[in-house]
T-cell receptor, first 116, second 112 residues
């Protein structure tokens, strides 16, 4: 079974500063993928970034980067140069790379508020 | 229309009503999903359709009935729901073999 843990309370960051959102995971699979999604108040889940378990380098997508530490089973999201529009819920998720179906397991999410 | 669309965006229904949620993806994907998001709980996968066949049903009560008439459309038929079924219902799609799923804006369902 897979499990995603996001335990941070609501996070606050000053505009233009960087923020790290924590995610730890548990799985017995050898091959898996890790994802971060953003959910603004409108409800839509927006895909941000993906990290494969065998990727040697940390994934980056614009202002988003994923700090992947496989031995510690952590996949923290780093948002650089925060913007007011980054205020949202952020969900960490994982998927085992077995079978043809992309079943995602989500964490409970973290609320990020960006202050002007 | 682009991406994944869902209608209606908001729905209020009584426990004896029958309604349907609709999802449409314009991305050429071949897998579609229904998720339930309740307050203060992680997203729960409900159903998975792969190449228009249901491949997963996560112990969802029979009062929820999915339908996938083609690779672009997915429905969730609702009947005799309970107040605890009130939640945000999210549809997603993906291309088999590609990692990420793309979500629609969701339907906010309230059962009275």
């Amino acid at each position: 079974a897979q499990k995603i843990t996001q335990t941070q309370p609501g996070m606050f960051v000053q505009e233009k500063e960087a923020v790290t959102l924590d995610c730890t995971y548990d799985t017995s699979d050898q091959s898996y993928g890790l994802f971060w999604y953003k959910q603004p108040s409108s409800g839509e889940m927006i895909f941000l970034i993906y990290q494969g378990s065998y990727d040697e380098q940390n994934a980056t997508e614009g202002r988003y980067s994923l700090n992947f530490q496989k031995a510690r089973k952590s996949a923290n999201l780093v948002i650089s140069a925060s913007q007011l529009g980054d205020s949202a819920m952020y969900f960490c998720a994982m998927r085992a790379n077995t079978g043809a179906n992309s079943k995602l397991t989500f964490g409970k999410g973290i609320t990020l508020s960006v202050r002007p | 229309e682009t991406g994944v669309t869902q209608t209606p965006r908001h729905l209020v229904m009584g426990m004896t009503n029958k309604k349907s949620l609709k999802c449409e993806q314009h991305l050429g994907h071949n897998a579609m999903y229904w998720y339930k998001q309740s307050a203060k709980k992680p997203l729960e996968l409900m159903f998975v359709y792969s190449l228009e066949e249901r491949v997963e049903n996560n112990s969802v009560p029979s009062r929820f009935s999915p339908e996938c008439p083609n690779s672009s459309h997915l429905f969730l038929h609702l009947h005799t729901l309970q107040p605890e079924d009130s939640a945000l219902y999210l549809c997603a799609s993906s291309q088999l073999g590609v990692q990420e799923q793309y979500f629609g804006p969701g339907t906010r369902l309230t059962v009275t």
